[in-house]
């Protein structure tokens, strides 16, 4: 087999990505600490083509090296907010009629397998910091919670792993 050249895989430019359909799906970053998952998150929201990424509290903002670094210029044809307060940022989708599910170990969760996005509705998904998750006031503000079933002697995926994971779910459900 030979390996496919940037020809064979018809990619489009920023300025045309912009006018992409888009899956129903916000990626927001709850204090995520290390910019290379910052960055991670903006290269898979490319690759999925996410509506956008919000970014909250210390979470850290392009231009930065280190996003740059592995986003490889999807901080540019992503689009994305920042927020000090991820609360705001949760209110302000929640009024622009996205379901908001936080990405967290909680009981009553949502085994993500379990997960069925519907025709029509739209989704914000809440990521959290690397040791801490995501906030507890911010998980008692969501719609429902979604939680990827684990079964080795480690409680959780890294952040960017799991962001990758989550939007591939969606993508593969949605239609474009």
Not at 51 to 74: D, M, N, Y
Not at 86 to 111: C, F, M, P, W
Request: some cysteine; overall charge negative; charged content about 25%.
């Amino acid at each position: 087999m030979k390996k496919k050249s940037m020809l064979d895989l018809h990619r489009v430019d920023v300025d045309e990505y912009k006018e992409v359909a888009k899956i129903p799906l916000v990626v927001v970053l709850d204090n995520v600490r290390s910019e290379m998952n910052v960055g991670s998150v903006f290269r898979t929201g490319d690759a999925f083509v996410i509506e956008g990424v919000v970014l909250c509290g210390i979470t850290s903002q392009p231009p930065r090296p280190e996003i740059h670094k592995t986003a490889l210029g999807a901080e540019e044809s992503v689009q994305w907010k920042y927020y000090k307060e991820t609360l705001d940022a949760v209110n302000y989708l929640r009024g622009e009629g996205y379901k908001i599910l936080s990405i967290e170990q909680v009981h009553g969760s949502t085994s993500l397998e379990k997960f069925i996005t519907k025709p029509g509705e739209k989704y914000a998904v809440i990521f959290g910091n690397e040791v801490k998750g995501v906030q507890q006031e911010v998980v008692d503000a969501s719609d429902g919670c979604i939680e990827i079933p684990q079964l080795g002697t480690k409680h959780s995926l890294n952040i960017a792993n799991t962001a990758a994971i989550v939007m591939w779910h969606v993508f593969q459900q949605c239609k474009l």
